[in-house]
């Protein structure tokens, strides 16, 4: 079972910038698909982000399109998300989950959940 600390949320106004960690326990990190997602208060939570395995497949949800980058470094157990340009609908929890298939964005196909980090963007 991998185990994900979630790192970098903060305070930040509308157009600022922020980048999000996501460290793993497990040696066979290299072997999942990862992702991120986010909640607001009374919303559920939304996927923002994944990566394969091999970092070269990326998808996006379309409002963070242009504006967020993930990526992730296998020798360092390592996801991030870049995220630039921040709005304040941006402002929300953000977690990051192992994925089970590279494509799919359900959150009820991720699993080990992170303990999130708040990132809230002020207007």
């Known amino acids: 079972q991998v185990q994900l600390v979630e790192s970098g949320g903060g305070l930040v106004q509308a157009g600022g910038s922020l980048r999000l960690s996501c460290a793993a326990s497990?040696?066979?990190?290299?072997?999942?698909?990862m992702g991120w997602f986010r909640q607001a208060p009374g919303k559920e939570r939304e996927f923002v982000a994944a990566i394969s395995w091999s970092g070269i497949g990326t998808l996006y949800e379309d409002s963070v399109k242009g504006r967020f980058t993930i990526s992730r470094d296998n020798a360092k157990n390592t996801v991030y998300l870049q995220m630039n340009s921040l709005k304040p609908e941006d402002t929300a929890v953000y977690y990051c989950a192992r994925g089970a298939q590279w494509g799919d964005t359900d959150v009820r196909s991720f699993g080990s959940w992170g303990q999130g980090t708040q990132v809230t963007v002020s207007s």
């Open positions: 497990a040696r066979t990190f290299s072997s999942y698909t």
